[in-house]
Protein backbone atom coordinates (compact mmCIF):
# COMPACT_ATOMS: atom_id res chain seq x y z
CA UNK A 1 0.00 0.00 0.00
CA UNK A 2 1.12 3.65 -0.22
CA UNK A 3 0.09 7.03 0.42
CA UNK A 4 0.43 10.77 -1.78
CA UNK A 5 2.45 13.14 0.19
CA UNK A 6 0.69 16.75 0.41
CA UNK A 7 3.40 17.66 -2.83
CA UNK A 8 2.50 14.74 -4.24
CA UNK A 9 5.29 12.39 -3.85
CA UNK A 10 4.14 8.85 -3.16
CA UNK A 11 5.49 7.63 0.18
CA UNK A 12 5.24 3.93 1.38
CA UNK A 13 2.64 2.93 4.11
CA UNK A 14 2.89 -0.58 6.49
CA UNK A 15 -0.90 -1.69 6.71
CA UNK A 16 -1.00 -1.97 10.47
CA UNK A 17 -4.34 -2.72 11.92
CA UNK A 18 -4.83 -1.35 15.34
CA UNK A 19 -4.56 -4.02 18.33
CA UNK A 20 -7.99 -5.09 19.69
CA UNK A 21 -8.78 -2.91 22.62
CA UNK A 22 -10.65 -4.56 25.69
CA UNK A 23 -12.62 -3.04 28.30
CA UNK A 24 -12.24 -5.18 31.10
CA UNK A 25 -14.06 -2.60 33.88
CA UNK A 26 -16.24 -0.12 34.84
CA UNK A 27 -16.40 2.44 37.24
CA UNK A 28 -19.00 5.55 38.09
CA UNK A 29 -19.47 8.40 40.13
CA UNK A 30 -21.82 10.75 41.31
CA UNK A 31 -21.76 13.52 43.72
CA UNK A 32 -24.18 14.03 46.29
CA UNK A 33 -27.68 12.77 46.59
CA UNK A 34 -30.05 12.64 43.69
CA UNK A 35 -31.80 15.60 42.97
CA UNK A 36 -35.80 15.18 41.71
CA UNK A 37 -38.02 17.27 39.50
CA UNK A 38 -40.37 18.13 42.79
CA UNK A 39 -36.72 19.81 44.02
CA UNK A 40 -36.10 21.42 40.38
CA UNK A 41 -39.51 23.11 40.12
CA UNK A 42 -39.76 24.72 43.58
CA UNK A 43 -35.95 25.87 43.07
CA UNK A 44 -36.82 27.30 39.38
CA UNK A 45 -40.78 28.14 40.08
CA UNK A 46 -42.55 25.89 37.15
CA UNK A 47 -44.10 22.52 37.73
CA UNK A 48 -43.00 19.12 38.10
CA UNK A 49 -45.29 17.94 35.32
CA UNK A 50 -43.96 21.16 33.09
CA UNK A 51 -40.35 19.34 33.56
CA UNK A 52 -41.41 15.96 32.99
CA UNK A 53 -43.35 16.48 29.43
CA UNK A 54 -41.28 18.78 28.19
CA UNK A 55 -37.17 17.55 29.58
CA UNK A 56 -38.26 14.43 30.56
CA UNK A 57 -35.58 13.61 32.91
CA UNK A 58 -36.11 12.92 36.38
CA UNK A 59 -33.41 13.18 38.66
CA UNK A 60 -29.65 14.66 38.41
CA UNK A 61 -26.87 15.07 40.53
CA UNK A 62 -25.13 18.35 41.39
CA UNK A 63 -21.13 18.77 42.75
CA UNK A 64 -22.72 21.75 45.03
CA UNK A 65 -25.26 22.23 47.81
CA UNK A 66 -28.32 23.64 45.83
CA UNK A 67 -29.28 25.67 49.25
CA UNK A 68 -26.15 27.48 49.50
CA UNK A 69 -23.98 27.29 46.29
CA UNK A 70 -21.09 26.06 48.19
CA UNK A 71 -18.77 23.22 46.07
CA UNK A 72 -19.17 19.70 47.49
CA UNK A 73 -16.82 17.84 44.69
CA UNK A 74 -14.52 18.79 42.08
CA UNK A 75 -13.98 17.04 39.00
CA UNK A 76 -11.20 15.90 40.33
CA UNK A 77 -12.91 13.89 43.05
CA UNK A 78 -15.44 12.09 41.22
CA UNK A 79 -12.77 11.25 38.44
CA UNK A 80 -10.38 9.95 40.87
CA UNK A 81 -13.47 8.10 42.23
CA UNK A 82 -14.65 6.26 39.34
CA UNK A 83 -11.05 6.02 38.65
CA UNK A 84 -10.45 4.02 41.32
CA UNK A 85 -13.61 1.92 41.12
CA UNK A 86 -12.92 0.09 37.74
CA UNK A 87 -9.44 -0.46 39.14
CA UNK A 88 -11.09 -2.29 41.72
CA UNK A 89 -13.49 -3.74 39.86
CA UNK A 90 -10.43 -5.40 37.71
CA UNK A 91 -8.53 -6.16 40.18
CA UNK A 92 -5.47 -3.94 39.73
CA UNK A 93 -3.15 -1.50 41.68
CA UNK A 94 -2.95 1.77 40.45
CA UNK A 95 1.27 1.20 39.80
CA UNK A 96 0.06 -1.18 36.71
CA UNK A 97 -1.51 1.40 34.67
CA UNK A 98 0.72 2.68 31.72
CA UNK A 99 -1.91 5.72 30.22
CA UNK A 100 -4.39 7.86 32.13
CA UNK A 101 -6.87 9.62 29.90
CA UNK A 102 -9.50 12.03 30.72
CA UNK A 103 -12.10 13.81 28.92
CA UNK A 104 -14.00 16.79 29.72
CA UNK A 105 -15.64 19.91 28.82
CA UNK A 106 -15.31 21.18 32.44
CA UNK A 107 -12.11 20.61 34.17
CA UNK A 108 -11.13 22.00 37.57
CA UNK A 109 -8.56 24.13 36.27
CA UNK A 110 -6.93 25.26 32.74
CA UNK A 111 -3.63 24.48 34.52
CA UNK A 112 -2.79 22.12 36.49
CA UNK A 113 -4.95 19.67 34.10
CA UNK A 114 -7.41 17.70 35.95
CA UNK A 115 -6.27 14.37 34.82
CA UNK A 116 -2.95 15.14 36.88
CA UNK A 117 -4.78 15.82 39.59
CA UNK A 118 -6.37 12.70 39.17
CA UNK A 119 -3.59 10.84 38.76
CA UNK A 120 -1.81 12.34 41.74
CA UNK A 121 -5.44 11.53 44.19
CA UNK A 122 -4.62 7.63 42.53
CA UNK A 123 -0.66 7.66 43.79
CA UNK A 124 0.21 7.72 40.20
CA UNK A 125 3.67 8.26 39.34
CA UNK A 126 6.26 8.27 35.86
CA UNK A 127 2.62 7.74 33.86
CA UNK A 128 1.71 9.30 30.30
CA UNK A 129 -1.45 11.01 31.31
CA UNK A 130 -3.25 12.89 28.31
CA UNK A 131 -6.66 15.35 28.80
CA UNK A 132 -8.75 15.77 25.61
CA UNK A 133 -11.33 19.25 25.82
CA UNK A 134 -14.69 18.23 24.02
CA UNK A 135 -18.31 17.75 24.92
CA UNK A 136 -20.08 14.93 25.24
CA UNK A 137 -18.20 13.33 21.95
CA UNK A 138 -15.16 13.80 24.20
CA UNK A 139 -15.74 10.27 25.91
CA UNK A 140 -15.83 8.16 22.57
CA UNK A 141 -12.36 10.24 21.09
CA UNK A 142 -11.20 9.22 24.53
CA UNK A 143 -11.50 5.73 23.61
CA UNK A 144 -10.30 6.12 20.59
CA UNK A 145 -6.89 7.28 22.12
CA UNK A 146 -6.65 4.79 24.16
CA UNK A 147 -6.90 1.83 21.25
CA UNK A 148 -4.11 3.61 19.37
CA UNK A 149 -2.05 3.91 22.55
CA UNK A 150 -1.94 0.56 23.18
CA UNK A 151 1.13 -1.54 21.99
CA UNK A 152 3.99 -3.62 23.36
CA UNK A 153 5.39 -0.83 25.86
CA UNK A 154 1.03 0.31 26.87
CA UNK A 155 -0.70 -2.84 27.73
CA UNK A 156 -3.25 -1.22 30.26
CA UNK A 157 -4.76 2.16 30.25
CA UNK A 158 -7.53 3.95 32.44
CA UNK A 159 -10.01 6.42 30.37
CA UNK A 160 -12.35 8.31 32.36
CA UNK A 161 -14.60 10.88 31.48
CA UNK A 162 -16.76 13.45 33.42
CA UNK A 163 -17.76 16.87 33.59
CA UNK A 164 -19.02 19.30 36.59
CA UNK A 165 -21.27 21.71 34.81
CA UNK A 166 -22.92 23.20 37.89
CA UNK A 167 -20.10 25.61 37.58
CA UNK A 168 -22.63 27.44 35.17
CA UNK A 169 -25.64 27.11 38.12
CA UNK A 170 -26.09 30.69 40.72
CA UNK A 171 -27.96 28.64 43.37
CA UNK A 172 -28.95 32.09 44.86
CA UNK A 173 -29.84 33.49 41.45
CA UNK A 174 -34.21 35.06 41.02
CA UNK A 175 -34.94 32.13 38.91
CA UNK A 176 -38.83 33.69 38.23
CA UNK A 177 -39.18 35.18 34.83
CA UNK A 178 -35.98 33.50 33.31
CA UNK A 179 -36.95 32.53 29.65
CA UNK A 180 -37.22 28.65 29.32
CA UNK A 181 -34.14 28.71 26.76
CA UNK A 182 -32.38 29.25 30.41
CA UNK A 183 -34.38 27.30 32.27
CA UNK A 184 -33.91 24.23 30.16
CA UNK A 185 -29.75 24.49 31.17
CA UNK A 186 -30.48 24.41 34.62
CA UNK A 187 -33.27 21.44 34.22
CA UNK A 188 -30.95 19.41 31.29
CA UNK A 189 -27.47 18.75 33.13
CA UNK A 190 -26.08 16.43 36.16
CA UNK A 191 -22.15 17.15 37.13
CA UNK A 192 -20.28 12.96 37.80
CA UNK A 193 -17.57 11.07 35.95
CA UNK A 194 -17.43 7.76 34.25
CA UNK A 195 -14.13 5.65 33.81
CA UNK A 196 -12.97 2.40 32.12
CA UNK A 197 -10.10 -0.29 32.05
CA UNK A 198 -8.42 -1.13 28.63
CA UNK A 199 -5.89 -3.51 28.13
CA UNK A 200 -4.64 -4.93 24.66
CA UNK A 201 -5.04 -8.43 26.51
CA UNK A 202 -7.75 -10.90 26.04
CA UNK A 203 -8.67 -11.18 29.56
CA UNK A 204 -12.21 -13.40 29.21
CA UNK A 205 -15.65 -12.00 30.38
CA UNK A 206 -14.16 -8.42 28.92
CA UNK A 207 -15.97 -6.56 26.34
CA UNK A 208 -13.91 -5.79 23.11
CA UNK A 209 -14.16 -2.20 21.47
CA UNK A 210 -14.41 -3.12 17.42
CA UNK A 211 -14.49 0.50 16.13
CA UNK A 212 -14.51 3.97 17.04
CA UNK A 213 -15.94 6.92 14.86
CA UNK A 214 -14.85 10.47 15.74
CA UNK A 215 -15.93 12.30 12.77
CA UNK A 216 -15.59 16.65 13.17
CA UNK A 217 -18.88 17.49 10.32
CA UNK A 218 -18.81 21.26 11.36
CA UNK A 219 -17.78 23.68 8.31
CA UNK A 220 -20.56 26.19 7.84
CA UNK A 221 -22.13 25.43 10.74
CA UNK A 222 -22.57 28.17 13.64
CA UNK A 223 -21.84 26.39 17.25
CA UNK A 224 -25.41 24.75 18.70
CA UNK A 225 -23.24 25.17 22.19
CA UNK A 226 -20.35 27.75 23.20
CA UNK A 227 -18.96 27.75 26.41
CA UNK A 228 -16.04 30.51 27.16
CA UNK A 229 -14.01 31.33 29.98
CA UNK A 230 -12.77 34.38 30.52
CA UNK A 231 -9.46 35.90 32.37
CA UNK A 232 -8.79 39.22 34.61
CA UNK A 233 -7.82 40.97 31.37
CA UNK A 234 -10.97 39.87 29.39
CA UNK A 235 -13.23 40.91 32.34
CA UNK A 236 -11.46 44.47 32.93
CA UNK A 237 -11.60 45.50 28.93
CA UNK A 238 -14.94 44.73 28.85
CA UNK A 239 -17.04 48.01 29.10
CA UNK A 240 -20.28 46.36 29.49
CA UNK A 241 -21.91 43.10 30.26
CA UNK A 242 -19.35 40.20 29.45
CA UNK A 243 -20.32 37.67 26.96
CA UNK A 244 -22.35 34.84 29.33
CA UNK A 245 -20.42 31.75 29.97
CA UNK A 246 -22.68 29.25 28.62
CA UNK A 247 -24.93 29.78 25.74
CA UNK A 248 -26.61 27.15 23.59
CA UNK A 249 -28.96 26.85 20.79
CA UNK A 250 -31.56 24.28 21.61
CA UNK A 251 -33.57 24.64 18.60
CA UNK A 252 -30.45 23.69 16.38
CA UNK A 253 -29.44 20.67 18.69
CA UNK A 254 -33.15 19.41 18.33
CA UNK A 255 -33.10 19.61 14.56
CA UNK A 256 -29.53 18.49 13.99
CA UNK A 257 -28.68 15.73 16.73
CA UNK A 258 -31.33 13.07 15.16
CA UNK A 259 -30.03 13.47 11.36
CA UNK A 260 -26.38 13.25 12.93
CA UNK A 261 -27.59 10.11 15.40
CA UNK A 262 -28.94 8.38 11.91
CA UNK A 263 -26.05 9.09 10.03
CA UNK A 264 -23.35 8.13 12.92
CA UNK A 265 -25.40 4.88 13.24
CA UNK A 266 -24.91 3.84 9.60
CA UNK A 267 -21.12 5.15 9.10
CA UNK A 268 -20.02 3.24 12.23
CA UNK A 269 -22.23 -0.18 11.34
CA UNK A 270 -20.53 0.00 7.85
CA UNK A 271 -17.21 0.57 9.09
CA UNK A 272 -17.65 -2.11 11.87
CA UNK A 273 -19.16 -4.61 9.00
CA UNK A 274 -22.31 -5.22 11.41
CA UNK A 275 -26.05 -5.05 9.56
CA UNK A 276 -28.67 -3.23 11.90
CA UNK A 277 -30.05 -6.45 12.63
CA UNK A 278 -27.29 -8.22 14.53
CA UNK A 279 -27.19 -5.30 17.14
CA UNK A 280 -28.69 -6.10 20.25
CA UNK A 281 -27.98 -3.23 22.41
CA UNK A 282 -28.06 0.51 21.19
CA UNK A 283 -26.46 2.94 23.25
CA UNK A 284 -28.39 6.01 22.02
CA UNK A 285 -26.86 10.04 22.54
CA UNK A 286 -28.11 11.41 26.13
CA UNK A 287 -29.27 14.64 25.86
CA UNK A 288 -32.54 14.64 27.69
CA UNK A 289 -34.70 12.06 28.52
CA UNK A 290 -37.71 13.31 26.20
CA UNK A 291 -34.80 14.02 23.20
CA UNK A 292 -33.57 10.33 24.12
CA UNK A 293 -36.49 8.73 23.22
CA UNK A 294 -37.08 10.85 20.20
CA UNK A 295 -33.78 10.23 18.62
CA UNK A 296 -33.92 6.09 19.57
CA UNK A 297 -37.26 5.88 18.05
CA UNK A 298 -35.82 7.51 14.66
CA UNK A 299 -32.80 5.15 14.86
CA UNK A 300 -34.99 2.31 14.32
CA UNK A 301 -33.89 -0.68 15.70
CA UNK A 302 -36.42 -1.52 17.95
CA UNK A 303 -34.60 -5.09 17.90
CA UNK A 304 -32.25 -3.60 19.91
CA UNK A 305 -32.24 -3.63 23.82
CA UNK A 306 -31.82 0.67 24.71
CA UNK A 307 -29.35 1.68 27.41
CA UNK A 308 -30.28 4.89 28.73
CA UNK A 309 -29.36 6.73 32.05
CA UNK A 310 -30.14 10.30 31.24
CA UNK A 311 -33.85 10.45 32.84
CA UNK A 312 -31.84 9.20 35.99
CA UNK A 313 -28.28 10.84 35.98
CA UNK A 314 -29.15 14.08 33.97
CA UNK A 315 -26.56 15.13 31.22
CA UNK A 316 -23.34 14.58 32.33
CA UNK A 317 -21.71 14.97 29.24
CA UNK A 318 -17.98 13.55 28.92
CA UNK A 319 -19.71 11.12 31.99
CA UNK A 320 -22.66 9.61 30.00
CA UNK A 321 -21.14 6.91 27.82
CA UNK A 322 -19.13 5.51 30.65
CA UNK A 323 -22.24 5.27 32.50
CA UNK A 324 -24.06 3.55 29.32
CA UNK A 325 -21.30 1.31 29.28
CA UNK A 326 -21.45 0.68 33.20
CA UNK A 327 -24.94 -0.80 32.73
CA UNK A 328 -24.00 -3.05 29.68
CA UNK A 329 -21.16 -4.30 31.27
CA UNK A 330 -23.16 -6.70 33.00
CA UNK A 331 -25.69 -7.46 30.46
CA UNK A 332 -24.34 -8.41 27.44
CA UNK A 333 -23.12 -11.36 26.45
CA UNK A 334 -20.38 -13.45 24.40
CA UNK A 335 -21.51 -13.00 21.10
CA UNK A 336 -23.58 -9.79 21.74
CA UNK A 337 -23.28 -6.51 19.28
CA UNK A 338 -23.65 -3.21 20.94
CA UNK A 339 -23.05 -0.05 19.46
CA UNK A 340 -22.97 3.78 21.29
CA UNK A 341 -23.81 6.88 19.75
CA UNK A 342 -22.59 10.36 21.12
CA UNK A 343 -23.04 13.98 19.13
CA UNK A 344 -21.69 16.84 20.47
CA UNK A 345 -23.26 20.15 19.27
CA UNK A 346 -20.52 22.66 20.14
CA UNK A 347 -19.30 22.64 16.69
CA UNK A 348 -20.90 19.21 15.61
CA UNK A 349 -19.15 16.16 16.16
CA UNK A 350 -20.06 12.57 14.91
CA UNK A 351 -18.85 10.34 17.71
CA UNK A 352 -19.75 6.05 17.63
CA UNK A 353 -18.17 2.84 18.77
CA UNK A 354 -18.63 -0.59 18.29
CA UNK A 355 -18.08 -3.43 21.30
CA UNK A 356 -18.69 -6.82 21.47
CA UNK A 357 -19.30 -9.22 24.30
CA UNK A 358 -16.43 -12.23 24.53
Known amino acids: ?14 ERPL ?19 EVMAKKLGISAEWIEM ?3 TRKRHFAIDLETGKPTHTLADLGAQAGA ?20 A ?3 TLMPATVNLIASRLCLNHVSTYQLQSGCAGAVQALDLARRLLDDQHRLGLVIGGDASVKHFVADREMQGLPTSELVNYLLFGDGAGAVVVTADAVPGAIVLRQVLNRFTGLGRAPGQVVRWFGAGDLAR ?6 PPFEEDYKAIE ?18 DWDRESTSYLLPPQLSGRMTSRITSDLALGHATEISCVA ?30 AIESSKWIKGAFTVEGK
Do not use: C, W
Open 1 to 14: MSRTSPRGTTLPRE
Open 19 to 37: PAAHIVSTGTALPGDAIDN
Open 54 to 56: FIG
Open 85 to 104: QALARAGLEPEELDFVILAT
Open 106 to 108: TPD
Open 238 to 243: SQSEPD
Open 255 to 272: EQVPQLAKEALDEILSST
Open 312 to 341: ETGNTGNATPFFQLDLLYDRIRPGERAVAI
